[in-house]
Structure formats: structure tokens, C-alpha cells
């Protein structure tokens, strides 16, 4: 049986039948010197002695008082008779036995000596084997180490990927809201210019108009004044009618507006409406007094809406028509009023 070794913890199978084996042996030498004592006894044994009576015949006489017999004496015993070829043949066969019995025990021994190489050869191999398997083993835990080591140097790699992928995201998205803050300040820059462009355009709008109106004015009154000259240097007749046409286009001595033509005036005025407060309830009359080519002489608020900026821009947006359409006959009207009322 082999002993156990706490550096291979394995172990080559134990194999049946040894101690069988090793019991029939001692039975069948126990046998075996139980044939040779027995055999070697019977040979040696002394054989023993033979008796023998002699009887002689009597003659028929007288019948002798019997004479008892003599009491006989034992015979020492006869030296034994060795047979010389029984000798041999003992000895022979005891040679033989003896011959068998050694040849029994190296067989013996060489089957022992078989068998423990078989199980050194095969405890060898199991060595080899453990060797293999610790080896294989070691192997696998050094690849399944380097293995882990290199996944977690992927996984490593991988997280410092994802961070500057995200560092990269948050930097385009800073620079993206940086970008959309700085478009929005040139957007709010530029509706701050366009709402000043806007108001210089309205106060530059204001501005003309109020030039526009004082330079209508200045010819009106230089008209005026032409008129009046033209009035005391000529006749009495053509006074009259020269007032008459200059007064009222509808009035006495003037022609009367076509159905038509106040809607020509409010297409004409209501584009240059600038005006984004409330509409409802707003209404105003303007008096509007022109010369025959539609050039204005004068605007005046006839009837307020109640709200003086709408008032304002609607005498406004009335100055800036000049000059305005002419009617069918091809002169415009010396005076009319425009209702102003903001688009809806």
C-alpha cells in the first residue's frame, strides 16, 4: 500500500486482491512444510521387530508334567536398514521440494517486486499526473488572473473613455450654450439697434412730418396770401369763385366727392398707420383741406377718438399720404373728412 504524501493529493487506486493473495501464500507454505515434515518423519521411522514360536513334534509317551516357557527375553532392537536409494531419492526430493519452494519464494519476490514497481511506476504517474494538473491548473488560474487583469484594465480604459467622452460632451455644450448666450446678446444687440434704428426712424418720421406740416402750412399761407392778392387786384366774379373752390369741395361753388374716392383715401393713408396699442372703441375725424393735385394743404383733428396718441398717429399717417389720389374727374377734392379707425 503506498503511503500518503500531503504534497500530491493524489493518489494511485489501491488494488484488489493483495491481501488475498498474501493469505493464499502463507496457506500453501504452510502446506508445504506440513508435506515436508510429515514425508521426512515417515522416511526415518525405525521398523520394528518380528516374533517368531518354534514347535517341535513329541512322540506320543507319557503325558509330561507341562514345563512352562520361559519367559522370553526382548530382543534389543535391530539397528534400522537404510536403503542407500531411498536416501537419494529423499534427498532428492527433498532438494527438489526445498528447489520449488525457493523458486515459489522468488517468483514470489519477483511478483512483490513487479507489483511494488507497477505501484511506484503507477504512484508515478499519478505524481506526474497531480504535476500536470497543479501545473494546468496553475496555468488556468495565471490566465484566468491575466484575463481579469486585462478586463480590468479594459474596463478601466473604457471608464476613461466614457469620462472624456463626457468631459468633451460638457465642453461642447458649454461652448454651445456659450455660443447660443453670445447669439442671443447679438440678437438682443441687434433688436436693440433695430428698435432704436426704429425709434430714429419714427422720431426722423415725426420730424419730416411736423417739416412737412409747417412746410404745407408755409405754402398754404403763401397761397393764401397769392389768393388774397389775386383777390384785391381782379374782379368780383372770379374773387367769388376762387373762394368757392378753394373752401369746401363739397360745399357751395365746389364739386361734390364720388362714391368711390373715400375709399381711395383710406388705402392710400391706413399702410402708413404705425400703431400697436388698443383698437376697440377708437375713432377719429380728420378735416383734411388739398389743393386740385392732391398736395395737402391742412389736417386737423375734427372729431378726437378720446385717446391723443391715436389721434397723433392717425393725423399723422394722414400728412405722411401726401399727396393723396385724385378723384374721377381728375382732381381731388378742396376739402374732406377721413374717419381714422385702427386696423382690427
Not at 388774397?228 to 366727392?257: M, N, V
Request: net charge positive; proline share 7%; aromatic share 4%.
Amino acid at each position: 500500500m503506498i503511503r500518503k504524501n500531503s504534497e500530491y493529493p493524489l493518489q494511485p487506486p489501491r488494488e484488489r486482491g493483495t491481501g488475498r493473495a498474501f493469505a493464499f501464500a502463507l496457506v500453501m507454505h504452510a502446506l508445504l512444510g506440513f508435506f515436508l515434515y510429515h514425508g521426512i518423519q515417515w522416511q526415518n521411522s525405525t521398523p520394528e521387530g518380528a516374533e517368531a514360536e518354534l514347535w517341535t513334534e513329541v512322540p506320543d509317551t507319557a503325558i509330561p508334567r507341562p514345563v512352562p516357557p520361559p519367559v522370553p527375553v526382548p530382543a534389543a532392537p535391530a539397528p534400522p536398514v537404510r536403503d542407500e536409494q531411498a536416501d537419494i531419492a529423499l534427498q532428492e526430493k527433498k532438494r527438489q521440494q526445498q528447489e520449488a519452494a525457493r523458486e515459489a519464494q522468488l517468483a514470489e519476490q519477483q511478483r512483490q517486486q513487479k507489483l511494488q514497481a507497477q505501484q511506484e511506476a503507477e504512484a508515478k504517474r499519478q505524481q506526474q499526473l497531480a504535476a500536470e494538473q497543479a501545473a494546468q491548473l496553475a496555468a488556468q488560474k495565471a490566465a484566468a488572473a491575466k484575463q481579469k487583469q486585462q478586463q480590468q484594465q479594459a474596463d478601466k480604459q473604457k471608464q476613461q473613455q466614457l469620462a472624456e467622452q463626457q468631459k468633451q460632451q460638457q465642453l461642447k455644450e458649454q461652448q454651445l450654450k456659450e455660443q447660443q448666450q453670445e447669439q442671443q446678446k447679438q440678437a438682443e444687440a441687434e433688436a436693440q439697434k433695430k428698435a432704436d434704428a426704429q425709434k430714429a426712424a419714427k422720431a426722423k418720421a415725426q420730424a419730416d412730418a411736423a417739416a412737412q406740416a409747417k412746410k404745407l402750412d408755409a405754402e398754404r399761407r403763401a397761397r393764401l396770401a397769392q389768393m388774397q392778392g389775386l383777390a384785391t387786384g381782379g374782379t368780383g366774379s372770379t374773387t367769388s369763385d376762387g373762394l368757392g373752390k378753394s373752401g369746401t369741395g363739397s360745399g357751395s361753388g365746389g364739386t361734390a366727392a364720388s362714391p368711390g374716392f373715400n375709399d381711395k383715401v383710406q388705402r392710400r393713408v391706413h399702410p402708413n398707420v404705425i400703431w400697436s396699442g388698443p383698437t376697440e372703441g377708437l375713432a377719429t375725424e380728420i378735416s383734411v383741406r388739398c389743393a386740385p393735385s392732391g398736395t395737402i394743404l391742412s389736417a386737423a383733428i375734427k372729431r378726437s377718438s378720446g385717446n391723443p396718441e391715436w389721434d397723433a398717429a392717425a393725423l399723422r399717417a394722414v400728412r405722411q399720404s401726401d399727396p393723396l389720389p385724385q378723384d374721377t374727374d381728375g382732381k381731388t377734392p378742396a376739402s374732406f373728412t377721413i374717419r381714422m379707425v385702427p386696423a382690427g
